[in-house]
């Protein structure tokens, strides 16, 4: 059980385009999903906290109109990086919690992560 | 605001050797402690974690961590370790009672050699 999925496992696009990721809680209901960017041989830095039915939450020095996030259900959140960059290419990862799950409420389950590499 | 410092970047180690990957952390109240594994173009997976209770957790893959107040570490354990446990290790800590924000340390690359 907890398992979150990502879509696309890795996408290429030109500089300019706008690239869609997708967060999936497969078997469970999270009310809160997490955005992170990872470098290269770097740590995970949270980006924003995304909850669903209302605004993400933003951390400082994220662009909101740069990294748009929509949280429509309880099962998916999805991560738009309009305008894409070169700069921006990094491996995204999200994770979720499963608030009503017995012992790992105070857990955050990971998907895979999405290779961006923008051209 | 908590923070997490995992002081070795990169520890090699020979097969069946004992390792010991170190994390010390900073908070001004009371936390949850993780360790997460990554391994290559994936995402974390819990490895294991200290909430409460018994300071000294442990893994189903032979891993153990100790919490320790006093010196303010969560140090990460095995007696032997194998090939397959060459990964990038991230310590996290959050704010007790909830997951709601991590906040991961730098990360240690353990590299197992044959």
């Known amino acids: 059980g907890a398992v979150v999925s990502q879509h696309p496992s890795r996408v290429i696009c030109k500089s300019g385009t706008s690239v869609k990721i997708e967060c999936r809680s497969l078997d469970f209901q999270a009310t809160t999903m997490f955005w992170y960017r990872q470098f290269p041989k770097q740590s995970l830095m949270l980006m924003a906290t995304s909850n669903e039915g209302s605004k993400a939450t933003y951390e400082q020095g994220v662009e909101k109109d740069k990294f748009l996030i929509n949280h429509a259900s309880l099962t998916l959140s999805t991560l738009t990086v309009t305008s894409a960059h070169p700069e921006d290419s990094s491996f995204y990862i999200c994770s979720a919690r499963d608030p009503v799950r017995r012992g790992a409420d105070n857990e955050q389950f990971f998907g895979p992560g999405t290779r961006l590499t923008v051209l | 605001a908590q923070s997490v410092t995992q002081l070795d970047s990169q520890v090699p180690v020979f097969e069946e050797a004992p390792v010991e990957l170190r994390c010390n952390y900073s908070s001004s109240v009371s936390v949850y402690l993780f360790w997460y594994v990554q391994y290559p173009n994936q995402g974390l997976q819990l490895l294991l974690k200290y909430l409460s209770g018994s300071t000294l957790v442990k893994s189903i893959n032979g891993f153990e961590a100790e919490f320790n107040k006093s010196q303010t570490s969560f140090h990460l354990r095995k007696p032997s370790v194998h090939i397959s446990d060459t990964a990038e290790y991230f310590c996290?800590?959050?704010?007790?009672?909830?997951?709601?924000?991590?906040?991961f340390g730098s990360g240690t690359q353990l590299t197992v050699l044959p």
């Open positions: 996290a800590v959050s704010r007790s009672g909830s997951a709601r924000q991590l906040t």
